[in-house]
């Protein structure tokens, strides 16, 4: 590949790619380059080093989540469909979990990420101290199951309903705690 079509959507989704299929420990500037016909100097000049790489991936991963949640017309469906999309990429993206423990966002990745989260819920009537703990209060449930769900490998569907399940009463509770406000 030439160094000139070489961009960082190129190398994140190459490592994402890897990520699915060597896990988090198998992903390296050196193994995306060779994936991409590059040397890895051509990698730094788009990506600054391995943890930037993570950052990017994990990114990549969230975005895609954000991407997958229909059209809501309230807050409380937005918050499902957002704990499903977290969800289904942390039960179908190798070493997710893992990407997530270990990366630190870029600076001011995270405020950017937290307003594509906060503008929706804003729009449908929570306002932002609760939208950004109920939104929080979420995905520390998504992490939290899927964590548990990995150690039981195979238990996904079952879990997946239970997880729902879950995650709806989780959201009937930022409900009822606003309602009592």
């Not at 997710?96 to 594509?116: W, Y």
Request: contains cysteine; glycine residues 8%; aromatic residues 8%.
């Amino acid at each position: 590949m030439s160094f000139s079509k070489l961009d960082r959507e190129m190398i994140v989704r190459e490592a994402v790619a890897l990520l699915n299929e060597d896990g988090l420990g198998g992903v390296s500037l050196r193994k995306v380059a060779g994936r991409l016909d590059v040397s890895v100097s051509s990698l730094y000049w788009h990506v600054k080093d391995k943890d930037a790489l993570y950052g990017l991936m994990a990114g990549s991963i969230f975005q895609a989540c954000l991407d997958a949640i229909p059209q809501s017309g309230h807050w409380r469906q937005w918050l499902h469909e957002f704990g499903v999309a977290l969800w289904n990429a942390q039960t179908s993206v190798r070493d997710a979990r893992q990407l997530i423990a270990v990366t630190r966002p870029e600076p001011g990745m995270s405020e950017i990420a937290l307003e594509k989260i906060l503008g929706p819920l804003r729009s449908l009537g929570l306002p932002d101290d609760e939208a950004r703990t109920a939104q929080r209060s979420v995905q520390a449930l998504v992490t939290g199951w899927t964590t548990l769900w990995s150690a039981r490998p195979g238990t996904a569907a079952s879990d997946k309903d239970s997880f729902i399940v879950a995650l709806d009463v989780l959201i009937d509770g930022w409900a009822a705690h606003l309602a009592a406000r």
